[in-house]
């Protein structure tokens, strides 16, 4: 005989008949030795690499190497009370990051947690940080540029989509700037950005940010940042992280442009881990996969073919050296990785020409390739002038010209370091860009006052917005004809006028 029912326990029968009951399997270790941010785990012998596991105190790490009896598990949150003897569990789940549209306009740490006060990312999907790069069938020519709206970088060193150009000099040279203007600059084209800190400091960092929500378009730019206090592993894992949010884009036909600054602190993070690993050190401590560590990483930058989509991912990663020496280890590795380099000059930021590039020492190795047709028809012959002009300056030191021919090259020189000189936060679009090109090459800037230049900047945007032909001009093509290239240098005598 059966008493009366409780209507309240209704729910907890209900989860109890759900209920999955049986045997359930757990593999678990426990730590052995920890130091700084790695710890030593015994006891998990079916961990792969790359997969996240759980301390009993509630943090979580990556197993970043796999030993003959151990594995060394890299800390993604502070490891304070990890000590010998905290009990480690498998997840079965490698480190991935949330991915989708919902991580627009956010700023993240590498495992897609929210650093900007919102709520978690509004996505279902992830994807591992650790990717394979595109095969080469997979991969279509680079022939379209990411307009950096730094005239120096679009004339001489054009970068394109799909491409890797290094970004490398000494500290307070502007690295970042550069790097900083380009997303700027993506404010009215189609390209996501994406930003990865890596041990930087954290208002170093807060100044990008602000930069771009005041100058450009927060909600087309993600940040993902692994400051200088983030645990080393979460500094290893920022730019994998990034890279697979990027590729997320990519692979739906769109165009991503991601910035890493910087790979000298991260390559110094995995040099960091390695010698705590007990990894054979080789070159100034580096361990031996350093050169492998970053070309399965920018290797994955690229330009997909039409059956792939024809999305493309742009690499800007930065390095930085100390006293001009290129020659360094890391610098090296990068150089002989990217499809190119720009390098920053202490002595021409000392000079107050910025940006600081060294054109005899930067190169695209995809450069005009990339380039639009009319920017290739009235950028030819600056790089050369400018060289020339360079090499003069350094010689009168010694005494003046007396050759009326030495003395206009001079004079042509200095209108050239001019135009190639722009404050920050300040791109140039490409017609106006254009515009002031043409007008060196025929001579209008001659008799120009250096000071006037930058003014003459200043007007010209606003004198092409006000008329609606210049809206119209398709600057893709070989060369201008003739009615375009006279209205484009009227539009300059006219804004030499208000200058």
């Known amino acids: 005989m059966t008493g009366p029912t409780d209507p309240a326990l209704d729910p907890l029968k209900a989860r109890i008949a759900e209920a999955q009951l049986g045997a359930e399997a757990e593999e678990r270790g426990k730590v052995i030795a920890i130091a700084d941010g790695l710890a030593t785990v015994d006891g998990l012998p079916g961990a792969e690499l790359n997969e996240i596991v759980t301390f009993s105190t509630g943090g979580r790490g990556f197993v970043l190497t796999l030993e003959e009896n151990h594995i060394n598990v890299a800390c993604l949150d502070p490891a304070d009370d990890v000590s010998a003897g905290t009990r480690v569990v498998r997840t079965g789940q490698l480190a991935s990051v949330p991915i989708g549209e919902g991580v627009l306009g956010r700023v993240l740490d590498p495992l897609g947690r929210p650093l900007d006060k919102g709520p978690v990312p509004d996505s279902t999907e992830r994807l591992p940080v650790e990717r394979p790069a595109p095969s080469i069938i997979d991969r279509d020519f680079v022939s379209e540029p990411v307009e950096t709206g730094l005239l120096v970088v679009d004339a001489l060193f054009a970068i394109g989509r799909g491409q890797r150009e290094l970004i490398v000099g000494e500290r307070q040279t502007g690295k970042t700037s550069i790097a900083v203007d380009t997303i700027i600059n993506q404010a ?160 021409l930021f000392a000079a107050n020409q910025r940006p600081a590039i060294d054109i005899g020492l930067s190169v695209s190795r995809v450069g005009g390739k990339a380039q639009w047709g009319t920017m290739k028809s009235v950028s030819g012959r600056l790089r050369l002038d400018y060289a020339q002009y360079l090499e003069m300056k350094l010689f009168s030191r010694f005494g003046g010209f007396g050759d009326d021919a030495m003395t206009a090259r001079m004079k042509r020189g200095e209108r050239i370091a001019a135009l190639l000189a722009q404050p920050r936060l300040s791109p140039l679009d490409l017609l106006t860009q254009i515009a002031l090109l043409s007008a060196l090459n025929e001579g209008l800037l001659d008799d120009v006052d250096v000071e006037e230049i930058a003014r003459l900047k200043t007007a010209l945007p606003s004198i092409f917005a006000a008329d609606s032909a210049f809206s119209e001009l398709d600057l893709t093509t070989a060369k201008l004809d003739e009615d375009t290239q006279s209205a484009i240098l009227e539009a300059v005598q006219t804004a030499l006028k208000h200058a």
């Open 188 to 347: 009215n084209s189609d390209i996501i950005s994406i930003y990865v800190a890596i041990g930087q400091r954290t208002s170093a960092v807060r100044h990008v940010i602000d930069a771009v929500r005041e100058h450009g378009r927060m909600e087309r730019t993600i940040f993902i940042v692994a400051e200088a206090s983030a645990e080393p592993g979460l500094q290893w894992l920022a730019p994998f992280s990034a890279t697979s949010i990027a590729e997320w884009f990519r692979d739906r036909g769109q165009h991503v442009l991601i910035v890493y600054d910087d790979l000298t602190k991260h390559a110094a993070t995995h040099r960091e881990l390695a010698l705590l690993s007990r990894q054979p050190p080789g070159r100034e401590a580096y361990p031996g996969d350093i050169f492998y560590l970053h070309a399965r990483l920018l290797e994955r930058a690229s330009k997909l073919s039409k059956a792939r989509g024809g999305g493309s991912l742009t690499a800007l990663p930065i390095a930085e050296i100390e006293a001009g020496n290129l020659s360094a280890y890391i610098p090296t590795n990068l150089i002989s990785i990217s499809d190119g380099q720009i390098v920053t000059s202490q002595s």
